[in-house]
């Protein structure tokens, strides 16, 4: 007998045995079922309405408490008007008002349908039409976890302002610009043709208006119009071609309402145990976080609707989902039963013991066989696994060799041999130890493109780790920009970069870890019990520090590089408050043979160069320009963009240029420095921003005069920052600023992406037919 057959005959055997056992066991294991302990009320969905009460309006079920007429509804907040003279099918409007309803759910929700709001302008400027959307309600609620705020246009920002019970809420709004159609995408809603924000919670009301910066102008060949609205978060997918055409001006988007019984907590009406009213029978109360009030929902194991107390026991037997049993399943009231078959053992269930056969020859002889089957399936589980880690092994390369790691890896072996210390490739192992597997504790900030992580590596230093929440792949010339540009900047003020890993399908960058935020929130923070402020000696040395750098990279550095997003929320503090520029995504090498780079602009509103926007020509000068608006923020402590003051406040460096000009300097100064600086300093100081924020770039000065002038004049102006305790006006302008223990690393500020809290008072409440 050949070798071959002598192995094939125990796993026949084993095949057979398999197959009759199989057999055996599917001819005694039918599930058995008993019937259901009480039956729903028939007809299906009668048992949802008081009897004698419409149930169906059109195609939508109209569940109690909501009713047609009186007596049909608990009280009329849930009056449901249907209306079959005009419409066929018929349609259900919430009470009196002209608010279609989509949807009823006993389980607190309600669907409706609302228009939006629109601004729409000529190729001229001049308005062709615009109104706002607005809801009111005096009972129900504007769900915050089921609807987002979203806004529409390539010119656009809009505000939502919203009411609680009557009274001011909150205003909110973001902002969406795009000066082409080939930066939309569709389903992005990001900032880019379309943004979108959460609402408050608690609003019962609100007014919705769309606006625009320059009335369309610029983009009036493909996008005439500004919308903005409420919609039910996931039901609204953005398009392009929303922007030209007229589908969102007659648009009806779905919303939904939180809706409740009573005005009291659980424990409240439960005491008062009146029929009809509080929670009884088999069902349970459940207090409210959005509005007031409760809702009824069944007892585990019962269905129907628990505001007629009319939940019934649900059959687990006849559900495949809710049955649990292996084999024999009884049902009982709310729950089920679980047993074996004669000749069967344990406890009956899937995810327990299930059913274990009674020990025979047959069962022995399998549980020999098992056990060498076990064995084989240890011996191949070990290739396997043995298998997986050569295949992740081989995944790491990959994407290393994707993420450009061997070219980066052959620019710093070029550059070992320097004097300067180079970036480390480090390994996913080393970076998912040092974050705890990137703990969520570890999070230290988070931002449009992904997380900050604080890690610990093995040496013990402490450490800042960049990882982005996509990428694309066709960008990872940019990435490895990055590391390049860092890996050859030697500057105190700039912060290190100490290596990076390319072994994920998402590079992560690793920084040393500078630890009390970003200058935005040192200079813009209103918190009382905050430490320390910004007196003109600190604000002076930042400002002489970022233009030090500046000017390095301009100047001093091997290749020039132009930084292109200096701004206050990039500029990080030390706990000697020393500035450290950060965040060289956009930064850019330039040839010693060119003076200008023709690029896609980016940037962050507010700071970007006027002139750079206009002709996409970079130019060491388009740092300059952001510079100046960050001397300007230490001046006047005051936002680049601040969308809740007058429309000749929002831009800061217009702003200030006009006081500038109209002589009204000390008017916008920050008061703490106008009392303790002198004042022919802090105007020296203002005409170097002035001379900074010419929109022509030739005009401006270079950032190694910007840097020799600064200081100049911080020579002049050194001295201890404390006066005598006499000056106590200056004394608590000092105190009023932040506290730099409670500040995270990515810190706040303006974004890039187009979003903006508004803070206006000004709203139109539309009431909903009560």
């Not at 098992?370 to 790491?396: D, E, I, N, P």
């Amino acid at each position: 007998m050949s070798k071959q057959k002598v192995l094939l005959q125990p796993i026949i055997l084993l095949i057979v045995t398999e197959v009759l056992l199989a057999a055996a066991t599917s001819a005694q294991t039918q599930y058995l079922t008993s019937p259901p302990l009480h039956s729903p009320p028939s007809p299906p969905g009668q048992e949802e309405v008081k009897p004698g009460c419409q149930y169906m309006c059109g195609n939508v079920k109209i569940p109690y408490p909501f009713g047609t007429k009186e007596d049909c509804y608990l009280n009329e907040d849930f009056l449901i008007t249907c209306n079959s003279t005009h419409y066929d099918p018929p349609k259900p409007f919430l009470r009196k008002s002209n608010m279609i309803v989509t949807n009823i759910s006993v389980d607190g929700k309600l669907y409706i349908t609302l228009d939006t709001a629109t601004q729409c302008y000529e190729k001229s400027g001049q308005l062709r039409a615009g109104f706002t959307n607005s809801l009111a309600l005096s009972k129900f609620f504007i769900s915050n976890t089921d609807n987002v705020f979203v806004a529409v246009g390539c010119d656009t920002y809009a505000y939502i302002v919203g009411y609680k019970k009557g009274n001011y809420g909150y205003t909110g709004g973001c902002t969406t610009m795009c000066d082409s159609i080939d930066y939309v995408v569709n389903g992005s809603c990001t900032g880019i043709g379309c943004c979108k924000t959460p609402i408050a919670q608690g609003m019962t009301s609100f007014d919705v208006s769309a606006r625009s910066y320059y009335k369309h102008t610029n983009v009036s060949s493909f996008n005439p119009c500004s919308f903005a609205f409420v919609v039910q978060e996931g039901k609204f997918n953005f398009n392009g071609t929303m922007l030209w055409s007229d589908y969102l001006i007659n648009a009806k988007l779905p919303v939904v309402l939180d809706w409740s019984v009573g005005n009291e907590t659980c424990t409240n009406v439960e005491k008062k145990q009146v029929m009809n009213y509080t929670c009884q029978g088999n069902t349970t109360c459940n207090d409210l976080e959005n509005g007031y009030g409760y809702r009824r929902k069944c007892k585990d194991g019962y269905q129907g609707n628990p505001y007629l107390n009319d939940c019934y026991d649900i059959d687990e037997c006849k559900d495949p989902d809710l049955n649990t049993c292996k084999q024999k399943c009884i049902n009982t009231e709310g729950n089920h039963t679980c047993s074996c078959h004669k000749g069967y053992h344990g406890d009956g269930r899937i995810k327990g013991e299930g059913c274990t056969p009674d020990p025979t020859f047959v069962i022995q002889i399998v549980v020999g066989i098992g056990v060498g089957l076990v064995s084989l399936l240890m011996g191949s589980s070990w290739l396997y696994l043995g298998y997986k880690r050569w295949k992740l092994m081989k995944l790491k390369e990959k994407f290393f060799k994707r993420n450009g790691g061997i070219m980066l890896h052959q620019q710093l072996s070029e550059r070992q041999g320097s004097s300067h210390e180079t970036a480390k490739i480090f390994t996913t192992g080393e970076l998912e130890k040092a974050t705890k597997n990137y703990h969520e504790t570890r999070i230290i900030g988070k931002g449009g493109f992904g997380t900050v992580y604080k890690g610990i590596l093995a040496d013990g230093r402490v450490v800042a780790i960049k990882k982005a929440k996509m990428v694309d792949q066709s960008q990872t010339e940019q990435f490895i920009n990055e590391v390049v540009v860092l890996s050859q900047i030697n500057h105190r003020n700039v912060v290190k970069l100490l290596g990076c890993c390319l072994e994920t399908e998402v590079p992560l960058l690793v920084y040393e870890f500078v630890a009390h935020g970003t200058l935005f929130e040192y200079i813009h923070s209103t918190t009382k019990s905050s430490k320390f402020n910004a007196p003109w000696e600190i604000r002076l040395r930042i400002a002489t520090e970022t233009a030090g750098v500046l000017s390095y990279l301009h100047s001093a550095a091997s290749v020039p590089i132009i930084h292109r997003d200096i701004k206050s929320t990039n500029i990080l503090l030390d706990e000697n408050l020393t500035a450290k520029v950060s965040d060289f995504g956009a930064s850019r090498l330039v040839p010693l043979d060119e003076a200008q780079l023709s690029t896609m602009v980016q940037g962050t509103l507010g700071y970007l160069d006027p002139e750079y926007l206009q002709t996409s020509q970079l130019t060491e000068k388009s740092d300059v320009y952001s510079f100046g608006v960050v001397l300007v923020e230490l001046l006047t402590r005051k936002k680049a963009l601040s969308f809740d003051k007058p429309e000749e406040e929002r831009n800061l460096a217009m702003y200030f240029l006009s006081a500038l000009k109209d002589d009204r300097l000390l008017q916008v100064l920050d008061d703490c420095i106008v009392t303790e600086a002198n004042v022919e300093q802090l105007k020296e100081v203002s005409n170097l921003a002035k001379r900074c924020l010419r929109v022509k770039g030739e005009e401006r000065p270079t950032m190694k005069e910007v840097a020799m002038e600064l200081e100049g004049l911080r020579r002049m102006v050194m001295h201890p920052w404390v006066n005598d305790n006499s000056n106590l006006e200056e004394t608590e302008c000092f105190l009023g600023g932040i506290s730099m223990e409670t500040i995270s690393y990515e810190g706040g500020g303006e974004s890039s992406s187009g979003f903006h809290n508004m803070r206006n008072h000004v709203v139109l409440p539309v009431s909903d037919g009560r």
